[in-house]
């Protein structure tokens, strides 16, 4: 049986607008601060119309910090869940101190993805805003996406594609298969 190919997509920054303070931006805390990025539905929709699998990874360290309830991370998976057609979610709620295997840059959601859904991970492809997502498509074999310039204090692995929007990152993989 032939294995599956996904696009995993990184959530907050890639499917969603970033909350800013004090110039630096961070993942909504509430569904009222939840807000999607224009396009992304039509491109989640055109990946569903594909023989790829939509699944979510996402970093919510801010659950470990004390600085937001796991049950508001929830309930903005939860909305993402109603509005877009997305196949599974998988969530890392650890710090870089926690020095799991699960927390983007290391590959551990991917992966899991990939046992639990067939995945052949050379055939799919990583979208994030980070590098730290991108070094995880790259260390779990997928090709990679960057959605805008990136983060300051990344800038390897390179991405196979740069790219504006999501909608765009989309348009490029369907174009090559």
């Known amino acids: 049986m032939k294995k599956k190919k996904a696009i995993f997509l990184d959530r907050d920054g890639v499917i969603n607008k970033l909350i800013m303070t004090n110039g630096k931006g961070r993942a909504p805390y509430t569904l009222e601060d939840f807000d999607l990025f224009p396009g992304v539905e039509e491109a989640c929709q055109k990946i569903k119309d594909s023989d790829f ?31 877009l057609p997305i196949d599974d979610i998988k969530i ?46 790259v260390s779990a074999g997928c090709r990679t996406v960057l959605v805008g310039p990136g983060d300051v204090q990344g800038s390897s692995p390179s991405p196979d594609y740069k790219v504006s929007s999501l909608f765009e990152g989309v348009l490029i993989i369907l174009s090559l298969n």
């Not at 919510?60 to 109603?82: C, F, H, M, T, Y």
């Not at 991970?121 to 991108?134: A, N, T, V």
Request: aromatic content about 6%; overall charge negative; charged content about 25%.
């Open 53 to 83: 699998l939509t699944i979510v990874v996402t970093n919510q360290p801010d659950v470990a910090r004390g600085w937001v309830e796991r049950e508001s991370v929830e309930l903005i998976n939860i909305k993402v869940r109603e509005l």
């Open 92 to 137: 890392c709620f650890h710090t870089n101190n926690d020095n799991c295997l699960c927390r983007k840059p290391a590959p551990g959601m991917l992966l899991e993805a990939a046992l639990e859904w067939d995945i052949d991970l050379k055939q799919s492809f990583m979208i994030g805003d980070r590098y730290g997502d991108i070094a995880a498509g």
